[in-house]
Structure formats: C-alpha cells, structure tokens
C-alpha cells in the first residue's frame, strides 16, 4: 500500500530506499527547497516561527525516539533540554561564541549522560514508575539550575550569538539555516535509525521488553542507549535554543512544556518519523493562531472572564491531546497515510 | 530540641495531608489501574472551587462543603465517562498520558475562571498555637492530621466491610473474574474515580486552608506521588505510613540541610525520595511484587 501500482524491486538496495521513485525524488526536493527558500519570503516574525518549529523539532524527534520506538515514558524532556541549554550557554559564556562549534555537541552529550542517570531506573521499571522517575529527574535538574552559581541562578544567564568561522548567527534568517539545517540532519539519522539493528530491537523492547531479552536484545544498554540518544537530541535542541534566545533562565523549561512535548508525538504519532513534524508544527501553529485570535476575540465579545487570555491555550492544548488519544491515537501520520492510499488509488477506491 | 519537636510535628500533619491525596491515587489505581496523574490539578480545581462557594456566593460552611462533595462527585463521573471510558483496554501508554493531558486542560480552566492564581480560604480551624512543653505547635496541623486519620480509618472500613468496597477490591485483583461475577466493572471504575476525586477534594480544603490556594498545590500533588511509591502502589496501609515519613524527611531535611546546601531543598526531597526508592526497591514498601510473564 505503500507505494504505487508497479514498483518492482529487482535489487536489495531498491527495495531499502527511502525514495523510490522519481515522483518521490521530485517532491522531496521540491518539499527541501520550499523549506530552505522560506526566509526570502517570509516576514522576520514568521522566520522566528520557523526557528522555533525548527528547535522543537529536533526536541521532539529525541523524544520520539525514545517514547515512540523503545516505548519508555519520559515526561522530563524539558529537563534535558534545559541541560544542553545551560551546557551551551556556559561554555560559550566562558570561551567565547566562535566555540559554538565544540558547544553544540558537548550539550548534546552532557543532557545525554544526564539522560543516563536518570534513565538507570527504567532498567527496572516502567510505564508509571518511569514517568513519575522523569518527572522528578525535571524538578531536581531545574533545582540544580536555579540555585547552582555558574547557571545564574533566578536571574538567567546571557548567551553570545553562535559564530561558525567568520559567520555570526545574529539574525533570525541565518539561524534559520543553522536550525532547519541540523533539523534535517537529525530527521534524516531518526529515519535511518529506526531502520537499523538498533532501531528494531528499540521496537521489540516497547513492544514486549520480557520477549525482546528472551530473543538476546540486551535491556539494559538498549534502554539506556535509547535514553542516551533521546536526550541528546534534547541537548542540541536546547544549544539551539540558547543561542537563538539569547537568554536563558528556568522559566523556558517547566514541566507543561514536557508534558506539551509528550502531547506533539502523540498528536502526531508515535514510532513514525514523519509523526513529530507533524506534532510539533499543528502545535506550534496553534499556538501562533491563539496569539493573534486570543484580542480579536476578546475584543468581539467584552463579556469573557478576564482568564479567557491566560486559560484558552492550556484548555485547547490539553483538549487536543485527549481527543487524540480517543479518537486517533495513531496521530496525524496515520492520517497522512490513509490520505496518501486514497489518494493513489482515486477514483477507484478499491 | 524545640526544633526537632517542631520539625517532627508540622511533618507528621503535613505527611497525613500527602498521604490522603496519595490515597485518592491508590484509589484509581487498584480499580481500575489507571495512573492519574492529573492528582495536583484535581486538588487545585476543587479548593478554587470551595474558594467559590465559601467567600464569593459567602455560602454557610455546611451548605459550602455539600456543595463541594457534590462537585466532586460530579467531577469524577464526569472525567470517568467522558475521558477514561473510550480508553479501556489501552496500552498504559495512553492511560497515563491522557491524565497528563486532562491534568492540562484542569489548569487551563483553573486559570480561565480563576484568574488571580493566589487566594486565602477563610479559616477553618482555630488559630491559637498549643504549647506542649517548650515547642509551639499550630493548632491547625494537628487538626489537619486528625481529620486525615479519620477518613483513613473510614476508607479501611468501607474497603473492608462494604460491599462496595469489597467489589472495588475484586476488580483490582481480577477484573475478568469480577465480570464472571456479575459485578458492572464500569460502575466500579466510576464510583472509585468518584470517591478519589472527593479525597482529593478533601485533601485540598485541608492543604489550602493552612497555606492558601496557589499553583504550588499542583507540586504538592506531585509531591504526593513520592508517598504511593514509597508506600507502594496498591496499598492504603503504605500510603498511610509512607506518607508521614516523606512529611519528616521533608521537614527535617528542609531544617537541617538547608545550611550546607543550596535554599530550597526541602522542596526537592520527595523527588530524590523517588528516584532512591525506584532504583532501590520498585514496587515500596508495602506494594505487591509483579512477576512478569511472556
């Protein structure tokens, strides 16, 4: 169902492409220079969208990995995208912005050995237990942060503009290609990881953790592997942040924003790669229509209680990931698939 | 010494309070095994509610707190119908994250009908401190603590000798049994999502009448989860230990840790509670051991 009518494979490595055929190929280069010609016709406000979309995309691709694939509950991905942040903001802090280059992975890997640690509990656990682990894993680091000098503490820490070379990533169109840039990348490597050894035995682990040890996938150093990478994604995503910002302090990273990033994989479902895409840019758009709806509305109607401005968005957020998970709790992307079959097989729908 | 004795009072009334929302917990999970983790944003709901009833329509006491057992009950068939019915049989996944989701939605509306975020209940409880030898004890932890016990020791009856309670029990152990039984498991689950959200209800009366409504009650109810692990998940008698035991360590570890560390720890202790306990010991102190199979 897949593909069209009369894809034949003759050759292994056909048969594991991504794209398969030339329509495919089109698109996809279409969809690659759509997406990296944006800055020339969007307004500056709209590039910052793009930027954040970018950011939470690398986030949630991590997460994706991590709940979607090996099926452990994490509810403390702000956290670890705190963690990377800060890591990024010390370090260029300390040694300047054109370290960005070093500073990036080391935040990835830093959030990732924070990960680990909080991630031992799931060799043991889960379901419930690994949610409430995750949870308090996000207010200890918080904690940490708030009261641990070099941090700042309450009052935040500035961060240098990321500098590659002689560039300097001070407007909002250059980050664009810094973001969607490592945000293709980190796609493309979650894409191919599902793909691999690694990425199978992730599945048979959320499917069935007893089966998959029975069948010789060794629990212990895949869960902490899939906690590993899950938040070192969460680490490059806040570097990003933090230099997209500017400034960093704890209240970017509250445990709503965890509990939002579990909602986008869920909106836009779980264990697929094109899930988070979905998720995070149907919520963050949401978003964005709330912020310009929200005076319309309040203008339109003076009656509304004065909370209308503060309570809508929680409301509509926390709506939309129980109607998700009643109605379509495979998510848009199973959507996007029931689409595509329908529309292959028009006009005959058999 | 004054200062232990302080220290070991305010922690065993505050630890009762943790230990009565951590019950409404255990409640839903022996049911219906649904982690609700939505428990802070229950506690916050209904004291703004109680808020509502006794300072703003100024209702009698007695008609005030009707009204909010009302309320709750309403609030946990509703939730029960509308949000957790479609999802039986689901992966636990999906139970879990949907409770993150209605906790969400709970605050959303929190914040739409209540915006000031911070208000003080009318007192309900005598001021006066008691002095026992040289320790000055508020009056009212102590009568936080013994309004818990009471509703603790009916909930053990009711559990024991009802035979609602009895049915709820069965449905925890074996729900296909029960159905064989004859007993409408729905029901089951509606009623214990009921008495859960009255607990919670009472529970967040008792905390807010001491310390004010804020959004911190939605901590406390996260707090709360430090005692089901500790006490286990399915037992009320764990709860009930658990619960003044991560109350003390709270407080003394608030009071004579806060020196050498940084501010602010005594917050975080629950939560490296959690983290030890799931490492060391998974399923707490008194929580039943789950042997899995293929």
């Known amino acids: 169902m897949g593909l069209p009518c009369g894809t034949r494979n003759f050759k292994y490595d056909t048969d594991m492409a991504i794209l398969r055929t030339r329509t495919h190929w089109a698109l996809f280069i279409l969809l690659l220079a759509f997406v990296f010609t944006l800055p020339l016709y969007l307004p500056n406000r709209w590039i910052g969208v793009a930027n954040l979309i970018g950011i939470t995309l690398v986030a949630a691709t991590g997460l994706n990995i991590l709940i979607g694939y090996c099926g452990q509950l994490s509810i403390g991905h702000a956290g670890f995208i705190a963690v990377g942040a800060y890591t990024s903001a010390i370090l260029t802090n300390a040694l300047g912005g054109e370290w960005f280059m070093l500073a990036l992975p080391a935040s990835g890997i830093m959030a990732g050995l924070v990960g680990l640690i909080f991630g031992i509990p799931s060799v043991r656990v889960k379901g419930f237990y690994l949610a409430i682990t995750t949870i308090a894993g996000q207010f200890i680091i918080i904690w940490v942060i708030n009261h641990w000098g070099i941090t700042g503490g309450f009052v935040g820490i500035k961060v240098p503009y990321a500098t590659i070379g002689d560039l300097i990533f001070r407007t909002q169109a250059s980050q664009f290609y810094l973001i969607m840039g490592i945000a293709a990348l980190s796609t493309f490597f979650a894409t191919n990881l599902a793909r691999t050894r690694v990425g199978r035995a992730f599945v048979a682990v959320r499917d069935n953790d007893l089966a998959a040890e029975v069948m010789g996938v060794n629990l212990f150093s895949y869960k902490l592997l899939a906690f590993f990478i899950g938040c070192f994604f969460a680490g490059i995503a806040g570097s990003l942040l933090a230099h997209w910002i500017g400034f960093m302090n704890a209240e970017h990273f509250t445990l709503t924003e965890s509990i939002l990033y579990v909602g986008m994989i869920i909106i836009g479902g779980l264990g697929t790669t094109i899930g988070p895409i979905f998720g995070v840019i149907f919520i963050r758009l949401l978003d964005q229509g709330l912020l310009f709806l929200t005076p319309a509305i309040e203008g339109a109607i003076p009656a509304l209680p004065s909370g209308f401005a503060t309570g809508i968005a929680p409301m509509l957020f926390g709506l939309t990931i129980i109607l998700f998970l009643i109605l379509e709790p495979r998510g848009i992307a199973h959507r996007w698939v029931l689409f595509k079959a329908a529309y292959r097989l028009w006009p005959f729908s058999y | ?294």
């Open chain 2, 1 to 294: 010494m004054a200062e232990l004795l302080q220290y070991l009072i305010t922690g065993l009334a505050v630890g009762m309070v943790y230990a009565l929302i951590g019950l409404c917990f255990v409640l839903i999970w022996k049911s219906s095994g649904v982690a609700n983790l939505a428990l802070g944003q229950l506690v916050l709901l209904s004291s703004w509610f109680t808020y509502s009833m006794l300072v703003q329509a100024k209702l009698p006491l007695w008609l005030g707190f009707m009204a909010v057992i009302l309320f709750a009950l309403a609030l946990g068939w509703i939730i029960e119908r509308v949000v957790l019915r479609p999802l039986i049989a689901q992966p636990i996944l999906s139970l879990i994250t949907v409770t993150l989701g209605l906790g969400y939605f709970i605050e959303g509306v929190v914040s739409f009908i209540w915006p000031w975020s911070v208000a003080a209940l009318p007192r309900l409880f005598p001021k006066e401190p008691i002095h026992i030898g040289p320790t000055v004890v508020s009056q009212e932890h102590l009568w936080v603590a013994g309004i818990s016990l009471l509703i603790f020791g009916l909930l053990s009856l009711f559990f024991r000798y009802h035979k609602m309670g009895i049915a709820m029990r069965a449905t925890a152990d074996d729900q296909l049994a029960v159905q064989a039984c004859g007993i409408p498991v729905t029901t089951i689950f509606s009623r214990s999502w009921m008495f859960a959200c009255v607990l919670a209800a009472v529970g967040g009366v008792l905390v807010s009448s001491i310390g004010g409504i804020t959004f911190g009650l939605v901590e406390t109810g996260l707090k709360a989860f430090s005692v089901v692990i500790l006490g286990g998940l399915n037992s009320f008698g764990g709860a009930l230990i658990a619960g003044p035991i991560i109350g003390l360590a709270e407080n003394l570890g608030g009071g004579y840790l806060t020196p050498y560390l940084w501010g602010g720890i005594k917050d975080i202790i629950p939560f490296i509670i959690i983290i030890i306990v799931v490492i060391i010991r998974p399923y707490g102190l008194f929580g039943e051991e789950r042997i899995e199979r293929i």
